[in-house]
């Protein structure tokens, strides 16, 4: 949208927005959106549906997705959300399914039945509900305080992620996302025998949040601190809070009411048939 709008510091090439090494970091929401942090707002789940949590792993399987995607659409379902990744050689989902609940019973036998085929995919399916009840306490209750775009990268050594995780839950950042590569071999020199000299360096990146207000004069230090110590350079760039970008309630309060009317107006439109 600030693109759109003539906006010059929003670089919209995914590519470029993510290159820790001389990329247009700038604040590339259209990056934030790659990395497949955006959600349905709670006020858009039907709850008169049942929500389905499809987890699967294992080797690939050309048209597996499609496959999953036929049977839900064969069972009048609905995917909300779709998460496909390579982990080494395994493949993985995730997909957040809406359906009515006399279909589930059905849906999930046909899912594994599914699975079983060579090569035979793992399955899981749960019952969720990713809404809030109005009788929610959540940790979110007082709005998302600070969102950040969180890029990190230098010499894979042992304990790095646990290190950086440690970081975030100190200042209570809140992992909304995350990927990591690791074991990338960086040539630094040829030796007098001919042999290549290489470094195992890792790349993560990944969106974080707050619940509560962020002293970021700490967290910068803290920033400076850890690259110091660990010879990895982390940063995490603020950006706005947006309530796309997550399924809990937002801060202002008067988006959230207007889109919920709209929603309805809409549902009720839908169903009079006008």
Same mark, same amino acid.
Request: aromatic residues 6%; negative net charge; proline residues 4%.
């Given at each position: ?27 590339? #929401? ?69 359906? *009515? ?5 059905? #849906? ?59 970081? #975030? ?45 962020? *002293? ?17 350079? #982390? ?40």
């Amino acid at each position: 949208i600030s693109a759109m709008r003539g906006s010059t510091d929003v670089e919209t090439d995914p590519a470029k927005a993510m290159d820790i090494a001389g990329g247009n970091q700038g604040s590339a #929401l259209s990056a934030i959106y790659d990395l497949g942090v955006a959600a349905k707002p709670d006020y858009l789940y039907d709850t008169a549906k049942s929500h389905l949590l499809l987890t699967a792993s294992g080797r690939d399987r050309i048209g597996f997705l499609r496959a999953l995607s036929r049977l839900s659409e064969e069972h009048g379902g609905n995917v909300l959300d779709l998460k496909a990744y390579k982990v080494g050689r395994e493949f993985v989902t995730i997909m957040l399914i809406e359906a *009515d609940p006399a279909q589930v019973g059905k #849906l999930v036998k046909d899912v594994t039945v599914l699975a079983r085929r060579e090569p035979p995919i793992h399955v899981n399916v749960q019952e969720t509900r990713p809404w809030l009840s109005e009788t929610d306490s959540p940790r979110c209750n007082n709005g998302v305080q600070f969102t950040g775009h969180l890029r990190a990268t230098g010499p894979d050594t042992h304990g790095v992620i646990l290190k950086i995780t440690e970081l #975030l839950a100190e200042h209570d950042l809140d992992i909304t996302s995350l990927s990591c590569n690791q074991r990338v071999q960086i040539q630094l020199s040829v030796d007098e025998e001919g042999k290549n000299e290489l470094q195992n360096f890792f790349q993560m990146s990944g969106v974080v949040r707050a619940f509560v207000p962020v *002293d970021r004069t700490a967290l910068e230090a803290r920033l400076v601190v850890f690259e110091r110590e660990s010879g990895c350079r #982390l940063g995490i760039t603020e950006t706005e809070p947006d309530t796309s970008y997550s399924a809990f309630r937002s801060t202002n309060l008067g988006v959230a009411a207007k889109a919920s009317s709209v929603a309805t107006r809409l549902a009720r439109t839908i169903s009079s048939g006008k």
